[in-house]
Nanobody
Framework: VQLQAFGGGLVQPGGFLRLSCAASGSISSISHMGWYRQAPGKQRDLVAILTSGTTTYADSVKGRFTISRDNAKNTMYLQMNSLKPEDTAVYYC??????????WGQGTLVTVSS
């Protein structure tokens, strides 16, 4: 299984970006998937997680970020609106499969700055 994340970049405060994470390879049934981020000098934190029926967001992104998936494309998305400088981080996608376990994407850098 390979996960490829893309869509990061430089955006001004108040702007938006959409991250994508595409899974390929021997994909089995998915337990859950999510986005995490790691700012410089900080630990990796959960941003949003999506199970078959529910979504959970970090308090800091509630109302601004939306996680979604396209099953046909084995792709997960993170729509990020009203971006703030404190959203600057490397964003990682994570898929957890029932059979083969947890896989991480390579990370995509989001920089929010004027």
């Amino acid at each position: 299984v390979q996960l490829q994340a893309f869509g990061g970049g430089l955006v001004q405060p108040g702007g938006f970006l959409r991250l994508s994470c595409a899974a390929s390879g021997s994909i089995s049934s998915i337990s859950h998937m999510g986005w995490y981020r790691q700012a410089p000098g900080k630990q990796r934190d959960l941003v949003a997680i999506l199970t078959s029926g529910t979504t959970t967001y970090a308090d800091s992104v509630k109302g601004r970020f939306t996680i979604s998936r396209d099953n046909a494309k084995n792709t997960m998305y993170l729509q990020m609106n009203s971006l703030k400088p404190e959203d600057t981080a490397v964003y990682y996608c994570n898929f957890v499969f029932w059979v083969v376990g947890s896989y991480w994407g390579q990370g995509t850098l989001v920089t929010v700055s004027s």
